[in-house]
C-alpha cells in the first residue's frame, strides 16, 4: 500500500433513515443547523429539463455580500445588533481566512458569535475562551464563543462594554466577511444597508449550472436497506459515486481510458439520461430547506425515476459545522450532507466531516 494511503486521516459518515411525513423526522433540524453552505448539487435521474417550480426556488435564492475590510466589532454595534443580529435569519463568515493558520470568524442566525484564534490574537484580546479541540501537545488556538442574545451582553452592560472594548481598541481585528439574510423585514434591509454603504462591498447572486448526462450507470437504491447489505450499494460507495458524478468523471471503467479506471458500484442500472444541477455562493440553512421541500413534490406525479439526490457542501475553513460544533482542517475540511429522496416520501440523511470535527448530529 501507498505510504500516503497509510496515512490518510478518518473521516465521520453518519447515516439516518426516515419518513418526511413522520412527526419524529429531524431533517429541518439537520438543515437549519447547517449554517454556511456554499455549494448545492441536485441529481435527478430520468430527467432532461429542470422541473419549473425547482428552477424557481433555486432562482430566488437570497443574494449574499462580500463586506471588504470590516472591523469585527461592527457586529457588535448596537445599531446592527438590536435590529438585525437579535433577530435572526443573518449570517456572517470571514472570508479567505484558513482555520488551521488565520483568525476566522463566524455569526451564526442564532446570535452567537464564534471566534477561532490564535494563540497570540486570543492572549492579546483577553476574552474568555477555550483550547480548540484540534490543538496538539500544547494549546496553539483557542475558540471565544459570544452569546450576542444573552442578558449579559446587552448593551451598556459592564461585560458588553468589556467585550466592545476588547475587539474595538485593545485589537481591531479587520477582515473580509460574507453576508447573507433570509427574508429580513424592511427595516433589517436598512441597517444592513446603512452598514453596507460605509463599506466597500460586492453584492452577488448565487451561480447556477447545469448539465445534462447520458446514458450513465446508476447505483441501484431501495429506501429500506441505506446500509447496502442486499438491495443498495453501501453508504461510502454511493457518496463516492457522486463526487465522481459532480467531477464529471467516466464511471464506466472504460478499456482505452487513461484517466479514471472507477467503475459506478454495484447493484446498478443504466439511465438515459440524468439532470445534474449546481448553485454556488453563500447559502443560508433557509434557502436549502425550501429547496427541499419543493424535491419532495417532485414525486406529486409519477416520474420514471424512484429517487432524487441533495446534496449540500459546507465551507472548508468554516469555524464550525453543525451548530455551534467546532470544525477544524486538517488535509481536506470536508463538511457536507447529502438527501436522498424517495417516491413514498422516505429519504436517507448522510452527513459526513473530517477527522477534526465533532459526530455530526
Known amino acids: 500500500m501507498s505510504p500516503e494511503l497509510e496515512k490518510c486521516p478518518r473521516s465521520l459518515l453518519v447515516c439516518e433513515k426516515s419518513n418526511f411525513l413522520n412527526e419524529k423526522s429531524r431533517h429541518d433540524i439537520h438543515v437549519s443547523k447547517h449554517n454556511f453552505n456554499y455549494k448545492i448539487s441536485v441529481l435527478i435521474p430520468e430527467c432532461g429539463i429542470l422541473p419549473a417550480n425547482i428552477s424557481s426556488v433555486i432562482h430566488s435564492f437570497s443574494p449574499y455580500y462580500l463586506v471588504r475590510d470590516l472591523p469585527v466589532y461592527q457586529l457588535l454595534e448596537e445599531t446592527f445588533l438590536e435590529p438585525l443580529v437579535k433577530k435572526g435569519n443573518f449570517y456572517a463568515l470571514s472570508y479567505n481566512t484558513k482555520i488551521d493558520e488565520d483568525n476566522a470568524i463566524a455569526l451564526l442566525s442564532s446570535g452567537q458569535?464564534?471566534?477561532s484564534l490564535d494563540k497570540d490574537t486570543y492572549e492579546q484580546l483577553g476574552l474568555e475562551g477555550r483550547p480548540s479541540l484540534y490543538n496538539h501537545k500544547k494549546a496553539m488556538r483557542f475558540v471565544v464563543t459570544l452569546d450576542l442574545t444573552d442578558k449579559s451582553l446587552t448593551p451598556g452592560t459592564k461585560?458588553?462594554?468589556?467585550?466592545l472594548s476588547s475587539l474595538k481598541d485593545r485589537l481591531p481585528l479587520r477582515y473580509d466577511f460574507l453576508f447573507t439574510k433570509y427574508n429580513t423585514g424592511s427595516d433589517e434591509d436598512q441597517t444592513l444597508n446603512k452598514?453596507?454603504?460605509?463599506?466597500s462591498y460586492e453584492e452577488h447572486k448565487p451561480a447556477f449550472s447545469q448539465h445534462t448526462l447520458k446514458n450513465m450507470p446508476c447505483p441501484t437504491l431501495y429506501p429500506s436497506d441505506i446500509q447496502g447489505k442486499t438491495l443498495s450499494c453501501d453508504p461510502h460507495h454511493f457518496l463516492e459515486w457522486l463526487g465522481a458524478v459532480n467531477l464529471d468523471i467516466s464511471c464506466?471503467?472504460?478499456?482505452?481510458s487513461f484517466l479514471s479506471t472507477y467503475v459506478c458500484p454495484e447493484p446498478q442500472s443504466s439511465v438515459s439520461q440524468a439532470l445534474l444541477c449546481t448553485v454556488t455562493g453563500f447559502i443560508s440553512p433557509e434557502n436549502v430547506f425550501v429547496l427541499l421541500q419543493e424535491l419532495r413534490q417532485y414525486f406529486d406525479e409519477p416520474k420514471f425515476t424512484p429517487w432524487i439526490s441533495l446534496t449540500v457542501h459546507g465551507f472548508m475553513d468554516s469555524p464550525v459545522?453543525?451548530?455551534?460544533t467546532e470544525h477544524g482542517f486538517l488535509k481536506g475540511g470536508e463538511n457536507l450532507y447529502n438527501f436522498v429522496c424517495f417516491k413514498n416520501q422516505d429519504y436517507w440523511l448522510h452527513m459526513a466531516t473530517g477527522a477534526q470535527d465533532g459526530c455530526p448530529p
Open 113 to 115: 458569535l464564534i471566534l
Open 159 to 163: 461585560r458588553y462594554q468589556r467585550v
Open 195 to 199: 452598514l453596507l454603504s460605509q463599506y
Open 252 to 256: 464506466e471503467n472504460a478499456a482505452d
Open 321 to 324: 459545522s453543525w451548530g455551534a
